[in-house]
Each structure stands twice: as C-alpha cells, then as structure tokens.
C-alpha cells in the first residue's frame, strides 16, 4: 500500500510559477518513492498556477480537506483517516 502525503496551501502568501514547479517536481520525486500527494489549495491563485505548470504530472490538488478525504477514500486508504 501507498503511503498519503499531504501538504497545504492555506497560509502560503507569496505563491507563483516557479513555487508551482517546485511542487510538481516534488510530485515526481514522490511518486517514484510510491507516495501519494495531495495537496489542498483553497486560493484560486494557486490553482490556477498549478494549472498552468502541471505538465503530465499526476498530482491532485483540491479545493478543500473535504474533498482530499474523499480521495483518501477512494484509493482504499481509511486507517489514515481515524474512521
């Protein structure tokens, strides 16, 4: 089984392309070590920057710790989740 990463991006204030591309390579790097990455960004900025610098890669990013948890759910992960 996978292990669950996940990182946030509600406090973050300074956000652009180049931090966006930091986490995409992040992304890789993790995937290869068979971690999955989610990462919850409430701001539409940094939406719309991981958007446009998300080249082929599989990170999911969401809108809120809601909807992650549901992912969770989907990938047969629940004993990370407390339920």
């Not at 509600?10 to 591309?21: I, L, N, S």
Request: proline share 1%; with cysteine.
């Amino acid at each position: 089984m996978r292990a669950v990463l996940f990182a946030t991006l509600d406090f973050v204030a300074y956000f652009d392309d180049t931090v966006a591309e930091y986490i995409q390579q992040e992304c890789v790097v993790r995937a290869s070590l068979e971690y999955h990455l989610l990462i919850v960004a409430p701001a539409e900025r940094h939406k719309q920057c991981l958007r446009r610098t998300g080249n082929g890669t599989n990170m999911k990013v969401f809108e809120s710790y809601a909807k992650a948890r549901t992912a969770l759910e989907g990938i047969s992960v629940k004993r990370f989740l407390n339920v």
